[in-house]
């Protein structure tokens, strides 16, 4: 997803020849087509369709083309026109959409997705959306949060960066008077790609959830259009091969999203595919032909679609999350595709229209006016943020309140000590007394890290110390890991890692899971690899307190609490646990090793609770709350006497 706002920002590029106006209409067409792309597929089939790179390309292309001509009439970057039409053009239509993702949030989102929201709209007003959900990403316990209203406006903020770097970048190889400005733009863009590229494939290689909104993982695509603008004037190829060009450039972009997975192999090498596709269709220009892709371009149904398109990416993705919130269905009905559409497009031409009579005001003027459009979205957001933190125990006295209990995690999320699922390094911190009597090692994945807040209370009542060893989706196993479907091999390095702290450590206890809930075909497991670990354990002289794991949930408790009350809001245990505990089966279980079970605590007469008594028992489907687990303090302290005492 991207925003095609580059169009209305940048100076008209020169015309190809035999062009009779001084624009390039097929680019507003190409625009047309790339957000119709965005906003169809977003809808219907739930895909990417590239049309984000086909954008970013734009970008680049325009302002670069924009920048480089005034270099050459004037000899410098003006940044302060430059900034202003940008604030004109940019801001308003983003602040009134924002102001309208608020209101939505009031009147359709449940409480449970407020702070989120608002969090959010914060980031997508100051232009920083793509890092908040880089972050989002790879923070495990936040991966299946649902889909945010402003979570497009991560292009926005990969553009805005743009805006801040290029200027002063091409003003700085613009004053070295013995390179003519447009080949030091090239090369300094040249270098930009290069560099860009080679590090965008790389990381997507590694980690490509964090890649996807990486700015250095997409500056590649901004470099390829500014060394278009650069090198165009030079580029030209028969009509015939023109023509060629945009056909094919046009068949490209449009089969894009249907041959390949874009949310899950790009950027990357792959990207270079709807890039590449855009570039063609601008080297094709208007080819004068009637056999011309630039024909159905510039068709004016077409060219209103992209004088709007701005606008319309704007708005179709939040109307898509209102709609899905308001019917509580998961995809678009065939009327709900229709009522989106009709909604996004009328919203569009309002917000274009509003848009264009701001700017018809004068430059300095409009611009002043685009930086205070934001003003009005921070200040909302920053008093509803604080209001709803002081009202986190206001829900029927319940504690946290739902629509908080997502944040309620263990303090060591806060403190940076649960490592995160790219990253192999072990990070230990330790909790209670400085000189303990006892050493406890609070060890594996976040199903282990939710029992940290019962330890630590234990901890503090009996002058020992705990040792937080834990690592997003990382079973204490010595099977090779799998997350979301591939290999993980940063878990089975960090493993490693940890066993050998652990020889250093020497703990009196390690607390672990025992088993794997889940709601699957294969049901409550207790893994082979959990087994033979806890015998490594053993021959290490380490006893290991085995937790049987929590039962997961078929809804999200918290948003259910929030709509319809505690009550409604109860599973079935047998959802994700077994009859009988798989550790109860073991044959020879391991010596050292003691085995606990409090899911009677969490799942009383087997009816697994949202809320028990006035306390929130899960922060998601599968994740308990630290207020809960703080609760259970003396019933885990009792199990870890006796696991002691063994």
């Known amino acids: 997803m991207s925003a095609p706002a580059d169009v209305l920002v940048a100076d008209p590029p020169p015309a190809r020849a035999g062009t009779p106006s001084g624009r390039r209409p097929e680019i507003e067409g190409l625009r047309a087509v790339a957000v119709l792309l965005v906003v169809i597929y977003h809808i219907w089939p739930r895909r990417v369709s590239g049309g984000v790179d086909v954008f970013l390309m734009l970008t680049g292309f325009l302002i670069t083309g924009s920048l480089l001509r005034t270099v050459e009439r004037r000899g410098r970057v003006e940044f302060g026109a430059f900034a202003a039409r940008l604030s004109r053009r940019l801001l308003p239509p983003a602040a009134l959409v924002l102001l309208g993702v608020l209101g939505g949030t009031l009147l359709w989102l449940p409480r449970t997705r407020w702070y989120d929201t608002l969090r959010e709209v914060f980031a997508s007003a100051l232009y920083y ?10 923070d495990y316990l936040a991966a299946g949060s649902a889909a945010s209203p402003v979570q497009h406006f991560w292009s926005l903020a990969i553009q805005g960066q743009f805006y801040l770097l290029w ?3 091409l003003a700085l190889v613009a004053v070295r008077r013995r390179w003519s400005p447009r080949m030091a ?37 901004l470099a390829l259009g500014g060394m278009l603008a650069v090198a165009l004037p030079y580029l030209r190829p028969s009509r015939a091969v023109r023509v060629a060009l945009g056909w094919i450039g046009l068949a490209a972009l449009v089969s894009c999203g249907l041959l390949l997975q874009v949310s899950t192999v790009f950027p990357g090498y792959a990207a270079l595919w709807p890039t590449g596709a855009g570039v063609m269709i601008i080297v094709a220009g208007v080819t004068g032909s009637a056999y011309g892709a630039d024909r159905l371009l510039t068709l004016r149904p077409l060219m209103y679609v992209g004088k709007i398109s701005y606008a319309l990416y704007l708005w179709h993705w939040p109307i898509f999350v209102f709609y899905l919130a308001e019917t509580g269905r998961t995809a678009a009905s065939a009327k709900g595709i229709a009522l989106i559409l009709a909604v996004s497009f009328t919203l569009a031409a309002v917000t274009t229209y509003l848009a264009d009579r701001m700017t018809a005001r004068g430059t300095a003027r409009s611009a002043a006016l685009g930086l205070a459009c934001l003003l009005p979205v921070l200040a909302t957001a920053a008093v509803w943020t604080v209001r709803l933190e002081d009202q986190a125990g206001e829900k029927g006295g319940i504690v946290p309140a739902p629509a908080m209990a997502a944040r309620d995690r263990p303090q060591t999320y806060a403190d940076g000590c649960n490592q995160v699922t790219q990253r192999d390094e072990v990070l230990m911190c330790r909790y209670g007394a400085a000189d303990p ?61 940890v066993m050998a702290e652990l020889g250093r450590l020497k703990p009196d206890l390690l607390v672990t899971t025992a088993t794997i809930s889940s709601p699957f075909e294969r049901g409550e497991t207790l893994p082979a690899g959990y087994v033979r670990r806890w015998r490594q354990l053993g021959a290490m002289g380490i006893h290991v307190l085995a937790i049987r794991d929590t039962p997961r949930m078929s809804f999200d408790p918290p948003e259910c609490v929030e709509v319809k009350g505690t009550e409604a809001c109860v599973d079935d245990e047998r959802h994700s646990l077994a009859a009988v505990s798989p550790a109860a089966r073991l044959r020879r279980p391991p010596a050292n090793v003691t085995f606990a079970d409090f899911n009677h605590l969490l799942c009383p007469a087997e009816r697994c609770r949202s809320v028990i008594g006035d306390l929130m028992v899960y922060s998601d489907k599968g994740h308990i709350t630290a207020t809960f687990m703080r609760s259970l303090a003396p019933a885990v302290e009792k199990e870890v006497r006796r696991a002691l005492g063994s």
């Open 437 to 497: 009597s006892r050493t406890i090692a609070l060890v594996g994945n976040s199903h282990a890290a939710h029992w940290f807040p019962a330890l630590h209370r234990i901890a503090d009542a009996n002058g020992w110390q705990v040792v937080n060893l834990t690592k997003g989706a990382c079973a204490l196993s010595t099977d090779p890991q799998r997350y979301q479907g591939r290999a993980y091999p940063s878990c089975d390095r960090w493993q490693k890692e």
């Open 129 to 138: 959306e793509n890092w908040s959900l880089a972050t989002s990403a790879v």
């Open 167 to 169: 200027p002063p970048l």
């Open 185 to 221: 733009f090239l090369g300094v863009m040249g270098l930009v790609f290069a560099g860009s590229l080679a590090y965008s494939v790389l990381r997507t290689a590694a980690d490509q959830r964090w890649a996807y909104f990486d700015t250095g993982a997409r500056l590649w695509e």
